[in-house]
C-alpha cells in the first residue's frame, strides 16, 4: 500500500476533485489542509519548490495539480 498525502485548501476546486477521485478508487490518504497548518505548508513548498495545491505526494513522488494519469500510473490503478 502507497502512502498518499494530499495538501489541499478548503477553497481549491481542483483539491476536491482530486480527493473525491482518490475516495472513488478507495485509496486512503492524509488530507493536509495547508491553510490551517503553516509547518506543513512550509514543509510542502520546501519540498516541492511549489506553492500551488493540490499536490499528492505518493511514497516519494510529487503530483502538481490533479493529474489523473499520473496518479493513476503512481498507484497502479
Known amino acids: 500500500m502507497k502512502t498518499v498525502k494530499v ?11 482530486a480527493k473525491d477521485y482518490l475516495k472513488d478508487k478507495k485509496v486512503s490518504f492524509e ?6 497548518d503553516q509547518n ?10 511549489q506553492m500551488g495545491v493540490p499536490q499528492l505526494w505518493i511514497d516519494d513522488q510529487i503530483v502538481i ?3 489523473k494519469p499520473v ?3 503512481l498507484l497502479e490503478l
Open 65 to 67: 495539480g490533479f493529474n
Open 31 to 36: 488530507d493536509i489542509d495547508v491553510s490551517q
Open 7 to 17: 495538501f489541499s485548501t478548503p477553497t481549491c476546486p481542483y483539491c476536491h476533485m
Open 40 to 49: 506543513q505548508a512550509r514543509a510542502m513548498v520546501e519540498k516541492s519548490g
Open 71 to 73: 496518479i493513476d500510473m
